[in-house]
């Protein structure tokens, strides 16, 4: 009866469905089904009461459990579908926001017969950047421009997202929109993104303790200009409390002790060492132990010494850390 009723219920929800509808939602359900079909038949009189739309289902499931036919199926169907035979050449910025546009998109930029004709797709983004990086299917299409276009033909998203205060940041800050700013930042060269880079250093702490706004920042840790650099260690520094306390300011800690010059490292590990919380918080979290230890490790032994000393004031705190 539970088998029954399993049936009954999937069946009522699926065999309606077209192919390209069980494919996204119900094809590891249909092999489940296939599988309860198997049973329900060895019980006999159990399976003579099925109904028929669940025994139409079954066929169904068993059939699509083979994907070369399920894959034949979804042809014929996206093949007949409007947005599949609309062009793409017009609806760029519609078809990027789709789940199946956005990979119609990325395609026909990476099948381009010229630049010409590639430049033409992307000039339909112009204007429209910010509110695509937020776009759970946009941002592939930026992040496939950003990978094909040579650096110079990337302008105008730097240009977007820089023209009005706080995009960079509010664009750092999302999900999808973190993934653009690091790939303008590693694909373009530092004098290229100075307008980004400006922007990520009035906002580096916050920014710092984001849990996406922190890639911007390490990126720019890694790539950014030698003065660059500089600006990002002395806010660190200055504000080392209120980034050792977030989570995920381990991270950014660990980065700059990494990429910046040798006496701003030393300066961000003494203030690393000198804060008896920053240093509890740091030992509290998984990435955040790691950046004490090389905090430790970038000081001369007399530092070091005096840095245990404040730390044995702290043995309690410390020993609840599993780091």
């Known amino acids: 009866r539970a088998f029954h009723k399993i049936v009954s219920q999937m069946a009522a929800a699926c065999v309606t469905s077209a192919p390209c509808e069980l494919k996204e939602a119900s094809v590891q359900q249909a092999w489940h089904v296939t599988a ?46 409007p947005r599949s035979t609309c062009s793409v050449v017009g609806n760029v910025l519609a078809l990027s926001q789709d789940p199946e546009g956005c990979r119609r998109v990325q395609d026909a930029l990476g099948e381009a017969a010229s630049d010409s004709k590639r430049n033409l797709l992307v000039s339909e983004l112009h204007g429209h950047v910010f509110k695509a990086s937020r776009c ?31 995009f960079v940041m509010r664009t750092a800050m999302h999900r999808y929109g973190s993934r653009i700013v690091q790939q303008l930042l590693r694909k373009c060269g530092p004098s290229q993104v100075g307008a980004l880079a400006k922007a990520i250093l009035k906002d580096a702490v916050v920014l710092s303790c984001h849990t996406f706004g922190k890639y911007a920042v390490t990126h720019l840790l890694e790539l950014g200009t030698a003065e660059q650099k500089y600006g990002l260690a002395r806010a660190i520094e200055r504000n080392m409390e209120i980034i050792a306390r977030s989570t995920s300011g ?74």
């Not at 399976?47 to 979804?74: I, N, P, V, W």
């Not at 299409?141 to 706080?166: A, C, N, R, W, Y």
């Not at 006496?263 to 919380?277: F, G, K, M, T, Y």
């Not at 004490?292 to 404040?310: C, D, I």
Request: glycine content about 6%; hydrophobic content about 40%.
């Open 36 to 81: 309860l079909g198997d049973v329900l038949r060895e019980q006999g009189p159990v399976a003579e009461k099925l109904c028929e739309e669940e025994a139409k289902f079954c066929r169904q499931a068993t059939r699509y459990s083979d994907l070369s036919t399920l894959a034949g199926d979804l042809e014929s169907v996206t093949s007949a579908s």
């Open 250 to 323: 381990g991270s950014v800690i660990t980065a700059a002790l990494s990429h910046t010059a040798n006496e701003d490292l030393v300066w961000i590990a003494r203030a690393v060492v000198q804060n008896p919380s920053a240093i509890v918080d740091l030992a509290h979290g998984r990435r955040g132990h790691a950046a004490l230890l090389h905090a430790l490790s970038a000081l001369p032994s007399h530092e070091v010494v005096r840095a245990s000393g404040r730390m044995i004031q702290h043995f309690p705190e410390l020993r609840t850390s599993r780091y």
């Open 136 to 166: 759970p299917h946009a941002n592939h299409v930026l992040q496939k421009v950003i990978s094909i276009m040579p650096p110079t033909s990337l302008h105008f998203m730097i240009d977007e997202l820089s023209e009005q205060e706080g």
